[in-house]
Structure formats: structure tokens, C-alpha cells
């Protein structure tokens, strides 16, 4: 078949969508193992398919999104899920039914607050450390910081204490104690008699949940309140008396929060280190009153380089994750969040049907800037996509950190889909990325409720509430096995046995943000005769091969090629296709360099 009779039934397939022309161009760049920035296994555990895109329609890239990819500017990346070191499950929430959580809930009430003045917090720039009370709130945060450092530290021992007596498993993952201040109003509620509430950890509640996963994925039977949080603070406690004495707190637990008391009123602690709540509020009283309410504006633009944001970028990369320098250049940040392979779908113009197609921004990749009084606090790098909107990336302001506008912002995106579906009913949903049920920083996501995780096999869509019992037992699990079989009795070990029965299956996908670890390790490429796939005719005539400017049907461009390079390209073209399926493989353009 002819290029020319190629191009013109691709135009007309991207017409038949209503989202204009434009074709999607990739490279194949095959099966990779790279080191994990999740799990920080030195060996090069991260295994997935890579690809890049010269242009990809917003169609396409939907149907590769469904299909578990995802992109890092202009490379497409899927983790082989039964072979990768961390499992990367797809996550999405339908708009319409986010329930936010009381906490979700009060994220935006404290930017309201902020907003109208109301809030004591302030970017750490503009703290007036010449003024007095800046500079008495700042020392007493500098004598208070080193106080609950110590008494995590106490706990970390006891922790270690009872792991060495027996009393925890020895092979559980560790959770870090956090010790954290109570707030004035609540010190009256909580305290009982003279002594008065300083601190509280809640770690008990991490370790029983900790202990109950290990226990749970080696099989071995729960015994009755072992693992509650309070039969755990309980036996904290008495750990934490033989690591030695904490002059001037006595401890004391309630309901599995393990508490610190001043010994009295007149304590080093109280008198010194916590802050003259009198004198505070009543100049916080005055200050209210001064103060102007701000202004919160946020502008989509299309995707493009901002120095203003590559600004913001270096600065929160830097301080929040402590990147290196290097790594934060204009080059790589651009390569990252700024570089695009989608085709860009400009808003309808025609008639009332044709209008709700898309939205008035179209459809492509976008930044949504952040800006408080005219200043970029935060951008959310996304991508809007015939179903949903995907989000890729966001970086914030550490000044403004007290907002927790990572949660703010994900807050805003759901109900910019909501609102948005009124002029294009196919945008549903939002997107989160991936979802790793095995690292603890990423578990957040699982937050927006309901949420639902994508099948790594059969690509569909699974409620998290039902997936989690089984992810907490297995790394890597084919998710609509379990919804299948809620109703049989027996779900476990048809699971299971499934799990079994498809274990050399090649499943993919990477990291959410970076592909594999730094960008100083290479990417190590695997010979693709490692798999055990031949040739079969009808799996891979039509995949459309684009060579030297024009473009062929596979079976057509097989004719020309000798024995050599049909045995060198047919392995390749068998797992290009398994990774991206039939339809794609027969839409895309698989570009030959």
C-alpha cells in the first residue's frame, strides 16, 4: 500500500474522532532496565518499555493512558508490571463523585483564610525578623524543633528495643516516629490535673498497620488486640523507660497516642519554649485588623518555556527535594515539563454539537500557573486529554509551604473537570499518575476518593477499596481477576492462581515523574530475543512503519527486506505491539531510524 493511501486513512480516522488532523509518530527504543528512585535498589530493578513521540494525538495518547503509559516530556513509558522492582498501578477519579475528606476540606479553608487575611502563616520572605514578635517566634521555634527531635529520637530507640526483645517483627518496615506540638485550645481539652500537654506522637497507629502488613503477606495468624494501637503505645512506653529519662516530661499514653507532659506548669519547657499565647493573639488581634485580603488568580496557558517558572522549578527542586544543581538546569527542565509531543486540538467554532466536543482551552499539554498578588507560587504541568485531565508534575513555593498547595491544587483540577464537563461531556475524569501501593510516599493519591486503579492485564478499571486487601499482600496483582470474583468464595486462590498461570507475561511501565533514576545512569537496553514470541502474519501486517519519508503496511514493507532484517525487526514490531495493542499499533506511525 502506498504512503500517500497511509496518510490520507490516517486523517480520516483523526477526522471520524472530531479532533481535527495530525498523526502520532513514535520511535521504539524497547525493553529497559534503569535503577528505581522509589525503592533506591542499587541493581537496575526498574524494568519497562520505552518509546518517543515526534507528535501524538490526544486520542492516541488517551488510548496509551488506558493502556498504563505515560509520558516525562517526550518520552512514553510503561513498567513491566510482573517483572519491575515497584509495580506502577494507573490511578483516576471520576469527577463528579470526589468526596473530599475533612482533610482535604480543610486545606481550603485555611487558603481562604489566608486569602482573607485571617491565617497567621506567612512566605517566610515577607516575616518581619526585624520586628519583635517575628524575632521571638522565630527563637522559640529554633528551641522547640530540637526538643521534638529528641523525643522522636527516644522513641526510634524504643522501637528498636522492642524489636530486639521480640515484641515486634524483625522484618518489618520501620516507620519513623514524628513527634509534633499540640495547640494551645487543645492543651485545655486534653490535659488533666497541674501538668499541661506539650507533644503527642501518633507512630503506635504506623507501627500496627506496619506489623499488620508483614504479618499478613508472610500468613501467619492475628491474635487478637496484639496489634492494636494501644496494646503497641502501651509497650512503647515501657521501652521508652529503659532508654533513659526525659528531665522535665513525664509520658504518659491514651488511646494509643503516646503524650508529653510538662511535670509542671513552671516547667523548662512551658515557660521557655512554648510561645506567650496572650501576647500573640492579641497581636495577631491587631494585625487582622491591618491586613489586606489577597488575591488568588490562576491563569492555563499552553505549554512553553517561562524563565519565571524555571525559577520556581530550581527553587523548589532544590529545597524541597534537595536535587542536585546540576539537575535543575534550563535544558533538563525543559526536556522534563516544558517539551511536548501532543498535537494541540483548538477550542470548536462550529455548531452547537461541535462545541461541546472540546473545551475552551482545547485540547494538548498545559502549565496552570498559581499566582498570590500577582507572585507564582505554584504550576501544575497537565495535560487535557478527550477524557480527562492527566496531571503531570506540580512545584510550589517552599515559602508557601504552610498552604499545602500540592493538595490544593489537585482540589482545583477535579473541579475544573467537573465544571468543564458541561461543555465537553467525554472529560470525566482526573488523572493522577501512578499509583506505587509499596511506597509510602506515593499512598496519598489513593486519598481522592473514589479512586480506581488500572488492571496491569486486561486494562480495566478497579475500585481501590477493592484492590487494596490484595495489594497489601502482593507487589503486583491482576486487579480485575479480584473484581470478578468478589462474589466467589474463592477470591484468594483464584487470584492466585491466576497470578501463577500469567507469570511470564511482559506487563510495563516506569516512575511517575522521571524515567528510571538519575539522569546520569543509562538506560540499559535488553535484547528483545529474549522473548519467545515468532512471527504470526496477522499480528503484525498492519502495523504502519514509517521509512525514509513514506510509510507501509508491514506486509507490504516485509517483501523488501532480507532475511536478516526481517529477523532483527519482526521481534520488535511482536512486543511494540503487545505493549501498545492492536488498534494503536495499526494507527500509529512506527518510525524506522
Known amino acids: 500500500m502506498s504512503s500517500k493511501k497511509l496518510k490520507s486513512a490516517n486523517d480520516a480516522s483523526s477526522i471520524r474522532d472530531g479532533l481535527g488532523g495530525g498523526e502520532s509518530v513514535i520511535a521504539d527504543h524497547g525493553r529497559r532496565r534503569s535503577t528505581c528512585s522509589y525503592c533506591k535498589s542499587p541493581a537496575r530493578s526498574s524494568i519497562s518499555h520505552g518509546l518517543s513521540a515526534e507528535t501524538l494525538t490526544v486520542s492516541d495518547y488517551q488510548a496509551l493512558i488506558d493502556r498504563g503509559w505515560r509520558r516525562s516530556g517526550c518520552y512514553l513509558y510503561k513498567h513491566e508490571m510482573d517483572k519491575t522492582c515497584c509495580p506502577s498501578y494507573t490511578i483516576r477519579l471520576k469527577a463528579s463523585d ?22 497567621d502563616g506567612q512566605p517566610r520572605e515577607q516575616t518581619g525578623a526585624s520586628s519583635s514578635l517575628g524575632t521571638t517566634r522565630s527563637e522559640e521555634k529554633s528551641k522547640v524543633e530540637p526538643v521534638m527531635d529528641d523525643l522522636s529520637k527516644t522513641i526510634d530507640q524504643a522501637v528498636q528495643l522492642c524489636i530486639q526483645s521480640g515484641e515486634f517483627p524483625s522484618n518489618m518496615q520501620i516507620p519513623k516516629a514524628s513527634v509534633r506540638k499540640v495547640l494551645c485550645d487543645k492543651k485545655k481539652k486534653l490535659a488533666k490535673g497541674p501538668e499541661q500537654l506539650l507533644y503527642t506522637s501518633n507512630v503506635a497507629f504506623a507501627i500496627a498497620a506496619a506489623i499488620k502488613r508483614t504479618l499478613t503477606s508472610e500468613k501467619v495468624e492475628i491474635e487478637g488486640n496484639k496489634l492494636s494501637p494501644e496494646t503497641i503505645s502501651e509497650m512503647l512506653l515501657s521501652a521508652i523507660s529503659k532508654v533513659g529519662e526525659t528531665p522535665g516530661i513525664s509520658i504518659k499514653v491514651s488511646k494509643g497516642h503516646i503524650n508529653f507532659l510538662s511535670a509542671s506548669k513552671d516547667s523548662f519547657y512551658e515557660k521557655d519554649v512554648v510561645p506567650n499565647e496572650t501576647l500573640h493573639a492579641k497581636k495577631d488581634s491587631e494585625n487582622h485588623k491591618a491586613r489586606k485580603p489577597k488575591k488568588l488568580e490562576m491563569r492555563l496557558k499552553r505549554s512553553s518555556f517561562d524563565p519565571e517558572e524555571h525559577e520556581l522549578y530550581k527553587r523548589y527542586q532544590l529545597k524541597v527535594h ?10 533538563s527542565y525543559k526536556r522534563f515539563l516544558v517539551d511536548s509531543p501532543l498535537i494541540y486540538v483548538q477550542p470548536s467554532g462550529g455548531g452547537d454539537d461541535e462545541e461541546k466536543v472540546v473545551p475552551p482551552c482545547g485540547f494538548g499539554s498545559f502549565h496552570q500557573q498559581y499566582r498570590v498578588d500577582g507572585r507564582l507560587v505554584a504550576v501544575g504541568v497537565v495535560d487535557i486529554l478527550p477524557k480527562c485531565l492527566s496531571s503531570v508534575y506540580l512545584f510550589w513555593d517552599p515559602d508557601y509551604a504552610f498552604l499545602s498547595l500540592g493538595k490544593y491544587s489537585a482540589i482545583q483540577e477535579i473541579n475544573w473537570v467537573r465544571e468543564s464537563q458541561a461543555r465537553c461531556p467525554s472529560l470525566e475524569y482526573y488523572y493522577l499518575g501512578y499509583y506505587i501501593h509499596s511506597c509510602s510516599k506515593m499512598r496519598y493519591k489513593a486519598a481522592y476518593r473514589p479512586s480506581e486503579l488500572l488492571c496491569p492485564l486486561r486494562f480495566k478499571w478497579v475500585p481501590f477499596e477493592v484492590a487494596r486487601p490484595l495489594l497489601d499482600k502482593k507487589r503486583y496483582v491482576i486487579l480485575s481477576d479480584i473484581k470478578e470474583s468478589q462474589n466467589q468464595s474463592s477470591l484468594l486462590p483464584h487470584a492466585s492462581e ?37 512471527y504470526i502474519e496477522s499480528d503484525i501486517d498492519n502495523i504502519i512503519i514509517g521509512l525514509y519519508g513514506s510509510q507501509y503496511r508491514y506486509k507490504d514493507l516485509r517483501k523488501m527486506l532480507n532475511p536478516v532484517g526481517r529477523k532483527q525487526l519482526e521481534p520488535m514490531l511482536q512486543s511494540y505491539r503487545k505493549v501498545v495493542g492492536d488498534e494503536l499499533s495499526e494507527r500509529m506511525v512506527y518510525e524506522l531510524r
Open 322 to 331: 534537595k536535587d542536585n544543581p546540576s539537575r535543575v538546569v534550563e535544558s
Open 98 to 119: 470526589f468526596v473530599p475528606s475533612k482533610e482535604q476540606q480543610r486545606v481550603s479553608r485555611r487558603l481562604e483564610r489566608f486569602l482573607d487575611g485571617k491565617l
Open 498 to 534: 491466576t497470578l501463577a498461570a500469567h507469570e511470564d507475561m511482559e506487563q510495563g511501565e516506569t516512575n511517575d515523574h522521571f524515567m528510571g533514576g538519575s539522569d546520569d545512569d543509562e538506560d540499559e537496553e535488553m535484547d528483545e530475543s529474549e522473548s519467545e514470541d515468532t
